[in-house]
């Protein structure tokens, strides 16, 4: 936030809000009648802007669909679908730290807006600049929606509900909402499941502080955000401990095992919410039931879909392109039971088109109180499907030609692609930036390519402990970072080391790659 073009603020909320009008008049019938939602979350000036691009759609004639108080992000695309509404926005910046925001746009399918609607919209925003703002005519378009919504939105939850109704024990948790909105859902998940009085809060953390003052970040990912959770636990004799970063779309989960607090990764969440599903319909599974998960993420959750025969669907990282395609193939017939990327994002396509940290903690609580221990359930799909292991770290880089200059680097050591990284030899490379594939016939990647994204993953051979490596470089989408994401299939009789300071070979070269001359490490 902040003074200038190059910034949010006030005239540059007007101006997008402008442009998103005048292209939803052009693109979506009877715009002004089926509304626009719009929702906040607690970061500083998120009501504010709300509040002027609701005004600016109430100016032209627009219905808003309008949150009273601040909600969790995915409330609004549920709005938009509950509703039928042209489009939805929501005013946040989800994990990033205190001084950002940011305008989050959902179309009339309630996904996230993506290629080629983002680019049509900016220039529509760029044809709209000059801030005109007219006096309302007649009464106000804005319609109250909040208290509808959540008692829609907690009825469809409660239907994700699988394990037995009255035999469900309850499960003592700690919960921190990490200084966001999400405490004011959270808190209705335990009576959802019959596990009322089961959830102990983050004192610290409980309440919405834009400055986030306990955590440096606050991203559940980040070392060090759960610390105060887990003083929680520990004080209260607890080994569960759940989070949501704050704007509630993401969740995270811990436990404590053999007095060591395990907290479960993004693709580790995925395996596990994913067999949770897959077994409440493992009498009719079949190809036609669909999990998706990101190019990035684990390769695990495939091997089970091939032995136990349901689909997995790979997509770009981001849910505006999960969502579109689960969209897609519900209307196909297909049942999309979830779709999850590892950056702690779960998206469950009954309920709606976007990540939901509140969904994800319900789901999970179901399981547990079936499971009993979660991390002892991951360890026992490792001994049935085989042991997967990934190693994901990133590295801050505020200045974009010098990311860029990192991948130039690398795409300049040998045409078209390096043969070895380190000591292993490369089995695949694809650049979804320049558009290569070397597996393909024709060399063109399957998953769409963009010139505006910085993405390079290459498949590396097994050595003498694991069947293989497959690794990703990219440019985050809504951070200064470039990240690294290795996921590693270990050989079926070699047991995953879980210690969180075990890292790989390869994912170490990956790092030097990054900081070092990549000269030294990728050869041809």
């Known amino acids: 936030m902040g003074a200038g073009f190059a910034r949010i603020n006030a005239v540059t909320i007007i101006q997008t809000s402008q442009g998103l009008a005048e292209y939803l008049f052009l693109n979506h019938a009877d715009t002004a009648k089926a509304g626009i939602v719009v929702g906040y979350d607690a970061r500083y000036n998120s009501r504010h802007y709300a509040e002027l691009a609701a005004t600016v759609f109430e100016s032209k004639g627009i219905k808003v669909w309008w949150y009273e108080d601040i909600v969790h992000t995915p409330l609004v695309p549920f709005a938009v679908k509950t509703f039928e509404a042209a489009a939805g926005i929501m005013v946040t910046a989800s994990h990033n730290p205190a001084q950002d925001n940011g305008y989050k746009v959902f179309g009339s399918n309630g996904c996230q807006i993506n290629s080629p609607e983002d680019s049509r919209i900016v220039m529509s925003i760029n044809q709209n600049l000059e801030p005109l703002i007219r006096g309302l005519q007649g009464e106000s378009k804005r319609i109250p929606i909040l208290q509808s919504a959540k008692h829609k939105y907690f009825s469809l939850l409660g239907e994700q509900i699988r394990s037995v109704e009255g035999g469900r024990p309850g499960v003592s948790f700690v919960y921190t909402p990490m200084h966001g909105v999400g405490l004011r ?271 390079i993953t290459c498949w590396l051979d097994g050595s003498g402990s694991d069947d293989g490596v497959r690794f990703t470089v990219r440019g985050s989408g809504t951070e200064p970072k470039i990240k690294s994401k290795g996921p590693r299939n270990l050989m079926r009789d070699q047991k995953a080391n879980t210690d969180d300071q075990y890292i790989w070979s390869v994912a170490a070269n990956s790092k030097i790659l990054l900081v070092k001359e990549p000269q030294e490490y990728l050869h041809g």
């Open 185 to 455: 859902y959270m808190s209705s998940v335990p009576e959802l499941l019959g596990m009322k009085g089961s959830m102990t809060v983050v004192a610290q953390q409980a309440e919405p502080d834009p400055d986030f003052p306990t955590v440096k970040y606050p991203n559940p990912e980040e070392k060090g955000a759960l610390d105060l959770a887990f003083a929680t636990a520990d004080k209260e004799n607890v080994t569960i401990v759940l989070a949501n970063d704050p704007d509630a779309d993401r969740f995270a989960a811990a436990e404590k095992v053999d007095h060591v607090w395990r907290q479960f990764t993004g693709d580790q969440m995925g395996i596990l919410l994913s067999y949770w599903l897959f077994s409440s319909v493992s009498e009719r599974a079949a190809s036609d039931d669909y999990f998706l998960t990101s190019a990035v993420s684990s390769q695990m959750l495939r091997h089970i879909a091939e032995t136990e025969g349901f689909s997995v669907r790979e997509t770009l990282t981001g849910f505006k392109w999960m969502g579109s395609v689960a969209k897609d193939l519900r209307e196909q017939g297909k049942r999309v039971h979830l779709c999850y990327e590892e950056a702690l994002g779960y998206m469950f396509p009954e309920v709606g088109y976007d990540k939901d940290g509140i969904a994800a903690a319900l789901v999970f609580l179901d399981a547990c109180a079936s499971w009993g221990s979660p991390w002892v359930k991951l360890q026992s799909l490792y001994e049935e499907y085989g042991y997967f292991q990934t190693m994901n770290t990133y590295w801050r880089s505020p200045d974009m030609d010098k990311t860029l200059m990192v991948f130039a680097s690398i795409r300049d050591i040998r045409k078209p692609f390096p043969e070895h990284v380190s000591s292993r030899k490369v089995l695949r490379w694809r650049d979804l930036t320049l558009g290569y594939d070397s597996s393909t016939k024709d060399h063109v990647p399957e998953l769409p390519v963009s010139t505006a994204s910085q993405m």
